[in-house]
């Protein structure tokens, strides 16, 4: 049932891009292990071996302390239409921020939000594919419109001042890198 790949192949990536859902987990050493649903057209592959996310501003901010202290993270994507199917990407990843210089190249590829935050790179040593069997069918009913209202109602201002309050820390209080001039 399962196969194991070098690399994502372009049935791999014709299959990723017609996802609307996609889940990130990392962990740090120790601690909680994050596993987050994902979406909003912020995911790219740009190559066989090279994957990046633009993430949003959210609840938390697991994903970039995770990173500081181990770069491990998967992505997975399911079929809920089609042919049963479930894809994970393995390999590590770095975290982008605005004021680093290799932002702007990278934030071209996106769609422009008032909160984003980091672009993650996933250096991909792993892919792996398998059935899906048990995955129910679910129908794709639209986007929500609520994040980007969120952000229009803060600003960059209050965004900046929502990381700073909410975003500063992980749920075990590892520091998360989250300003934008660091």
Known sequence: MGK?????????????????IYFCATAAAEGRVNLSPKGSDTLRVVSPTKVIW???????NETAAHLLDAPRMTRMF??????PKILRLYGSAT??????ERW?????NFESRIGARQIYELDVDLVQTSCGFGIPYYD???DRDKLR?????????????????RNATS???RPTRTERNN
């Open 4 to 20: 194991k790949y070098d690399s994502i192949t372009d049935d791999h990536r014709s299959f990723i891009e017609a996802q609307k």
């Open 54 to 60: 633009l993430n949003l501003t959210g609840s938390g």
């Open 171 to 173: 749920l075990d209080a």
């Open 149 to 165: 209202e969120w952000e229009s109602n803060h600003g960059e201002n209050g965004i900046e001042e929502y990381w700073h309050t």
């Open 95 to 100: 975290a982008v921020y605005p004021q680093d």
């Open 140 to 142: 794709y009913a639209g």
């Open 78 to 83: 399911c079929a809920y239409e089609g042919s």
């Open 104 to 108: 702007e190249n990278l934030y071209e």
